[in-house]
């Protein structure tokens, strides 16, 4: 989900989750930590967090009262004219059940850190 879709649901009040960590982001994580024992002791404080790591092709918002869609073109960038916005309640279900398989399938952040990089 693109970061301006989520700040913006935010700001209108309604509870917002972020899943937009992919492997790309955690190999800068470590690379940007330094050493094992740095990576291990930053990634401690990670420990509770609800952060999972998956690739995922879509951009997908649900909030209260909407779903928005985004798929990549064939290139795989995201373009504007490529966005779905479902204000039903069956299509807001729907993106809530996507959400829900896709966060089944991704790997909590701490064990995916550990046995890919320590």
Request: proline share 3%; net charge negative.
């Amino acid at each position: 989900m693109g970061h301006g879709i989520a700040q913006v649901s935010a700001m209108a009040g309604h509870d917002v989750w972020i899943r937009d960590i992919d492997e790309s982001i955690v190999e800068r994580f470590v690379e940007d930590t330094g050493d094992e024992a740095a990576v291990e002791r930053d990634l401690d404080s990670y420990e509770d967090a609800n952060i999972r790591v998956d690739q995922v092709d879509v951009a997908l918002a649900v909030t209260e009262d909407s779903l928005l869609l985004s798929l990549p073109d064939v290139d795989g960038r995201y373009d504007a004219r490529t966005e779905f916005v479902v204000e039903h309640d069956r299509g807001r279900q729907w993106g809530i059940d996507l959400f829900e398989a896709f966060w089944a399938d991704a790997e909590p952040l701490v064990p995916y850190v550990r046995d890919r990089y320590l």
